[in-house]
T-cell receptor, first 114, second 113 residues
Framework: GAVVSQHPSRVICKSGTSVKIECRSL??????MFWYRQFPKQSLMLMAT?????????EQGVEKDKFLINHASLTLSTLTVTSAHPEDSSFYIC??????????FGQGTRLTVV | AQTVTQSQPEMSVQEAETVTLSCTYD???????LFWYKQPPSRQMILVIR??????QNATENRFSVNFQKAAKSFSLKISDSQLGDAAMYFC??????????FGAGTRLTVKP
């Protein structure tokens, strides 16, 4: 299947700083990318849907100024957690899709805010 | 709104035996897709099997098969000849055409040697 690379896999940052997570589709051009958040022993919760060249669509309850999403090209989407706080610590997963096909997932990023 | 329900938080199966994981969903759409994903301890999401709603035939992938009951909105996963490597979290997921994917709460599968 297609490969989606997410970087970094783990990051520790200080409270108040910003962290950027990258999601790249390596061997295909993704028309749509999705960002999920997963708390321990819980399911994946959709945060936002990102289409190349347009603004991301955020799910209800997700602060768009807190979680900045940029989808500047068909192979790259970034999620920036701004002014991170300990409660933002979580596992973040991206997925990418071409039109109406299945989605392929990145490896995930474990964010720890100290 | 579409919802996906997995009523079994945990399941256990003996190695080489068969286990069935349950999933129900709620939708008013007629065109959609259903998926089962496996998430091992590495937390990488791995597609196990997918089913298009318009197809009556149940999808099969080697030891994995589904029982898709469209009228009942049920989509169970059967794992035959269970292996130790099958131990993981299993998520049932629903997606409308060109829309985002919604996941169930997950079922943790343990395989006993």
């Amino acid at each position: 299947g297609a490969v989606v690379s997410q970087h970094p896999s783990r990051v520790i940052c200080k409270s108040g700083t910003s962290v950027k997570i990258e999601c790249r589709s390596l061997d295909f051009q993704a028309t749509t990318m999705f960002w999920y958040r997963q708390f321990p022993k819980q399911s994946l919760m959709l945060m936002a849907t990102s289409n190349e060249g347009s603004k991301a669509t955020y799910e209800q309850g997700v602060e768009k100024d807190k979680f900045l999403i940029n989808h500047a090209s068909l192979t790259l989407s970034t999620l920036t957690v701004t002014s991170a706080h300990p409660e933002d610590s979580s596992f973040y997963i991206c997925s990418a899709r071409i039109l109406n096909t299945e989605a392929f997932f990145g490896q995930g990023t474990r964010l720890t805010v100290v | 709104a579409q919802t996906v329900t997995q009523s079994q938080p945990e399941m256990s199966v003996q190695e080489a035996e068969t286990v069935t994981l349950s999933c129900t969903y709620d939708t008013s759409e007629s065109d959609y897709y259903l998926f089962w994903y496996k998430q091992p301890p590495s937390r990488q999401m791995i597609l196990v099997i997918r089913q298009e709603a318009y197809k009556q035939q149940n999808a099969t992938e080697n030891r994995f098969s589904v029982n898709f009951q469209k009228a009942a909105k049920s989509f169970s996963l059967k794992i035959s000849d269970s292996q130790l490597g099958d131990a993981a979290m299993y998520f049932c997921a629903y997606r409308r055409a060109n829309n985002d994917m919604r996941f169930g709460a997950g079922t943790r599968l343990t395989v006993k040697p």
